[in-house]
């Protein structure tokens, strides 16, 4: 474990679906309820979110009614789609690196009106 109790990185990879811009995250503790984030893709979008957004506190992840934090905030403002993946999933990367949630995977399956998948 790194100096001052901090344990590295959260790394997180996302397949948004159909857009097809993969990306990276990173969040990493900067101090006890702060984490720096980085975030890594080929949408412009996504690029101007993660000059936006740089670092997190938790006050930015908890007790926020849906849509208000500075991330989702700040995903408006850069244009993403509503329904883009990306800032829920770095919102997911620094609860868990904050040590507020499992690193769990989260997954979407779309069913067939036959219930196939």
Not at 54 to 79: F, I, W, Y
């Amino acid at each position: 474990m790194p100096s001052g109790g901090f344990r590295g990185c959260m790394k997180v990879r996302v397949d948004p679906g159909i857009c097809g811009f993969h990306c990276k995250i990173e969040a990493v503790k900067q101090e006890k309820y702060r984490v720096k984030l980085s975030i890594e893709s080929e949408c412009k979008l996504i690029r101007h979110l993660a000059d936006e957004v740089v670092e997190m506190d938790m006050r930015d992840v908890v007790g926020k009614p849906h849509g208000t934090s500075v991330l989702v905030q700040n995903a408006g403002r850069c244009r993403l789609h509503a329904a883009c993946p990306i800032p829920m999933a770095c919102i997911k990367a620094v609860e868990a690196e904050l040590g507020l949630a499992l690193p769990r995977p989260v997954r979407i399956d779309f069913e067939e009106e036959d219930g196939q998948s």
